[in-house]
């Protein structure tokens, strides 16, 4: 048994959820899911970001205080992760005490240790991305990723000395090859090192939302710097309950691709500067693209797309949970961009999982009501569906553990297809009631046992129903995956439940 602490990024409140931030979600929720299955203890964090510019002008355009539009537009993630089933331990506002609490103690370190002074920032500023962009690093004035004009910044502000780790920071991306992944996001975030460093704002004086400055009155934590240590607030850093020696050695960041330099370049070295290792991993997913631009509360602003057509809350009323989790988990590998649609999760349900893994539910609970009095036959030991089946878990279960949901899970529709193919050669709905067909049915049971336990992470409520259909007790996360996921332990005796289609197909002209 180990320990596993997955974090998403806290997303931003200046608007609703959508299904850009579902992705990240339920990946985080789908390994937070298979970790617990594999016994580690895990813990899984994820919140909102509520101060910085884009917040208080949200809330002054809505007519109401930061804190009541951050308390009405936080409310609005939970209910989006309460719709997809989202297993969090831990949601984290920035607007709590133990946040201000942990930022001011950390930052105090660095500022104590000696890695912050203060100057002047003159500069162009993205109130959208909430950073300082240089004439060479815009688009000719704009922001490389909304588009927008820069706005030119003039403040006194305290800098973060970055400059300073340029060389720890090559030599740590040296010695920890796998800190980063996929590879091709890894050299992306070293190639931001290898250009050379920059000392950076820390604080702003032109606003007030946002965690004071413990040794300066009249400045606040920029909110990149302020966001970036909730990792640590969740772990008790600087409180009474400190966990940070327990979890963060084991510490796992999934995000998206646009913050790669916020997390892979500017948090080590801030680690670093409190006297901490950097976090243990950082796991860079893509973009979800709709007719080949990134989701985003940009695209609605511009008319591109309604968020509540993109909501969590309408796709799931829409499809159901776990087929929307399912569709976000299997369509993209983790690390690459993808495409979102009504249409590509409506062919992913119909082929997946109606035509798939709900039709060999149902052709054999039909069938051992039919044939075997509705009691499921156990399976047999040299079935030829075995060996697959075994290759199949070895597959799934080294795919989930390398951050590969997409993986897992083909590896298991693999086994489901096997299984179809194999209940077509055998024909068991035309053979008579004995010794054979039980065997047939035995076998096909217990495939759906094991596609139960390796698919629970990403479809726990789906899982939980088929467990309950072919007649056992408990759920299919109650065990390790390692003792359950072993080919023949269906015990044969139980009573199947044929009930309603698991997964009725939705007609693609709907």
């Keep these: 048994m180990g320990r596993f602490y997955i974090t998403t990024p806290i997303y931003y ?5 959508h299904v850009g931030h ?6 985080a929720d789908a390994l937070a899911r298979w970790h617990r299955l594999r016994g580690d203890e895990t813990k899984f964090l994820t919140g909102t970001d509520e101060h910085g510019q884009k917040v208080a002008d949200a809330a002054a355009k809505n007519g109401v205080s930061p804190q009541e539009w951050t308390d009405r537009t ?10 997809l089933g989202i297993s969090y331990d831990d949601f984290l506002r920035t607007t709590e005490p133990r946040h201000y609490e942990t930022v001011q103690k950390f930052l105090g370190a660095i500022y104590d240790n000696g890695y912050i002074y ?22 000719e004035g704009r922001c490389p990723i909304h588009a927008r004009a820069l706005t030119e910044m003039q403040e006194e502000n305290w800098f973060f000395r970055l400059s300073a780790f340029e060389d720890r920071l090559r030599d740590y991306y040296e010695h920890h090859p796998d800190f980063v992944t996929p590879e091709t996001k890894r050299n992306e975030a070293f190639s931001f090192i290898r250009g050379g460093l920059r000392d950076i704002s820390i604080t702003r004086t032109s606003i007030s939302w946002g965690v004071p400055v413990p040794w300066d009155d009249g400045h606040v934590f920029y909110v990149w710097y302020d966001a970036l240590i909730n990792y640590m607030t969740a772990i008790g850093y600087g409180r009474e309950g400190d966990e940070v020696s327990t979890w963060w050695p084991s510490s796992h960041h999934l995000i998206g691709k646009e913050i790669i330099r916020f997390h892979c370049v500017w948090w080590p070295a801030m680690c670093m500067a409190a006297g901490l290792e950097p976090p243990r991993h950082v796991q860079v997913h893509g973009w979800l693209l709709m007719g080949g631009q990134k989701l985003s509360k940009t695209m609605a602003a511009e008319g591109v797309v309604k ?14 949970v776990d087929p929307v989790r399912y569709y976000l988990l299997r369509e993209t590998s983790l690390g690459n961009d993808g495409e979102f649609s009504h249409e590509g999760i409506t062919t992913r349900y119909n082929t997946d999982l109606a035509n798939n893994l709900g039709n060999l539910m149902s052709r054999v609970a039909t069938v051992v009501s039919s044939k075997c009095a509705g009691v499921g036959p156990a399976p047999r030991a040299d079935s030829t569906l075995a060996p697959l089946a075994r290759t199949a878990i070895a597959d799934a279960m080294a795919a989930w553990d390398d951050f590969s949901p997409q993986g897992a899970l083909e590896a298991t529709w693999r086994l489901l297809n096997a299984t179809n193919a194999y209940l077509e050669e055998h024909a068991p709905w035309k053979m008579a009631p004995g010794p054979e067909v039980e065997a047939v049915l035995g076998d096909a049971l217990e495939v759906l046992r094991l596609v139960a336990v390796l698919v629970t992470p990403a479809m726990p409520g789906v899982c939980g129903e088929i467990w309950r259909r072919i007649g056992l007790s408990g759920a299919p996360d109650v065990a390790p995956v390692t003792e359950s996921a072993l080919w023949g332990l269906y015990p044969g005796g139980c009573s199947v439940d044929k009930g309603e289609p698991l997964f009725p197909r939705i007609r693609s002209d709907a």
């Excluded at 409140?13 to 959820?17: E, T």
């Excluded at 579902?22 to 990946?27: E, F």
């Excluded at 968020?307 to 796709?315: E, F, G, K, N």
């Design 22 to 27: 579902a992705y990240t979600t339920v990946n």
């Design 13 to 17: 409140v200046n608007d609703a959820p």
């Design 307 to 320: 968020l509540t057509d993109i909501a969590p809350v309408t796709l799931t009323s829409e499809f159901g």
């Design 74 to 83: 936080s409310a609005r993630f939970r209910e989006a992760w309460d719709a």
């Design 118 to 139: 203060k100057d002047v920032y003159h500069g162009l500023y993205c109130v959208s991305c909430e950073d300082y962009y240089t004439l060479e690093s815009s688009d």
